[in-house]
């Protein structure tokens, strides 16, 4: 593993996020999160000039509700129309592409980084990142959790409060902790 700590990140490579680089990028997440949390409601419009600087893409109509948080928020891409409700948490070590017209509903998480299986490398602070993946038009309901590496397809439903640890069909609803399809009667 050669390179700095962000390169490991994108390559998907085991890093260690106790890295300066790393959190002067996170500084600068948390500095913008703040400021668009801290706007009054009429004046953060679709995602506002403060996000928007940092978002790897929104499309037109793309809405965030505060307060919302990220880790990075480079590795953010929405789409046209995707509302994601008051409270929703993207920790984006690794590109989270959320398709058009989907909704997230209130206190959402999606979490790309894998903490290390062993105590000494989690206090060395060795992560690794996968992307999630939400396909267009799919509706994640409130306090549903998504795991790194998933993906859920075009349509789909996640219930509330789900812990998504598999990927999801298109067009399948998922339920529960672990998420598992809805069987059709």
Same mark, same amino acid.
């Not at 948390?30 to 801290?38: G, K, L, M, Q, T």
């Not at 989907?102 to 490398?121: D, F, R, S």
């Not at 992307?131 to 509706?139: F, H, L, M, R, Y």
């Given at each position: 593993?050669?390179?700095?700590?962000?390169?490991?990140?994108?390559?998907?490579?085991?890093? $260690?996020?106790?890295?300066? =680089?790393?959190?002067?990028?996170?500084?600068?997440?948390?500095?913008?999160?703040?400021?668009? *949390?801290?706007? @009054?409601?009429?004046?953060?419009?679709? &995602?506002?000039?403060?996000?928007?600087?940092?978002?790897?893409?929104? /499309?037109?109509?793309?809405?965030?509700?505060?307060?919302?948080?990220?880790?990075?928020?480079?590795?953010?891409?929405? +789409?046209?129309?995707?509302?994601?409700?008051?409270?929703?948490?993207?920790?984006?070590?690794?590109?989270?592409?959320?398709?058009?017209?989907?909704?997230?509903?209130?206190?959402?998480?999606?979490?790309?980084?894998?903490?290390?299986? =062993?105590?000494?490398?989690?206090?060395? +602070?060795? =992560?690794?990142?996968? @992307?999630? =993946? %939400?396909?267009? *038009?799919?509706? %994640?309901? /409130?306090?549903?959790? %998504?795991?790194?590496?998933?993906?859920?397809?075009?349509?789909?439903?996640?219930?509330? +409060?789900?812990? &998504?640890?598999? *990927?999801?069909?298109?067009?399948? $609803? &998922?339920?529960?902790?672990?998420?598992? @399809?809805?069987?059709? /009667?």
């Amino acid at each position: 593993m050669n390179g700095s700590e962000r390169i490991k990140m994108a390559a998907g490579e085991w890093y $260690t996020c106790l890295d300066p =680089e790393l959190e002067a990028l996170r500084i600068l997440a948390r500095d913008a999160v703040f400021e668009y *949390n801290s706007l @009054p409601p009429r004046q953060r419009g679709d &995602v506002g000039s403060s996000l928007k600087s940092l978002l790897g893409a929104a /499309g037109e109509r793309a809405r965030i509700e505060a307060p919302f948080h990220c880790a990075y928020g480079f590795n953010i891409f929405l +789409g046209d129309g995707v509302f994601l409700n008051a409270g929703c948490i993207i920790l984006d070590t690794a590109p989270v592409r959320i398709g058009k017209g989907t909704l997230l509903g209130p206190n959402v998480q999606i979490y790309c980084a894998e903490h290390h299986k =062993e105590a000494a490398g989690r206090q060395a +602070g060795l =992560e690794i990142a996968k @992307p999630v =993946e %939400i396909g267009d *038009n799919a509706w %994640i309901g /409130g306090s549903a959790v %998504i795991l790194a590496g998933i993906s859920v397809g075009a349509g789909a439903i996640v219930g509330a +409060g789900a812990v &998504v640890t598999r *990927n999801v069909p298109p067009n399948t $609803t &998922v339920v529960g902790k672990p998420a598992r @399809p809805v069987k059709r /009667g």
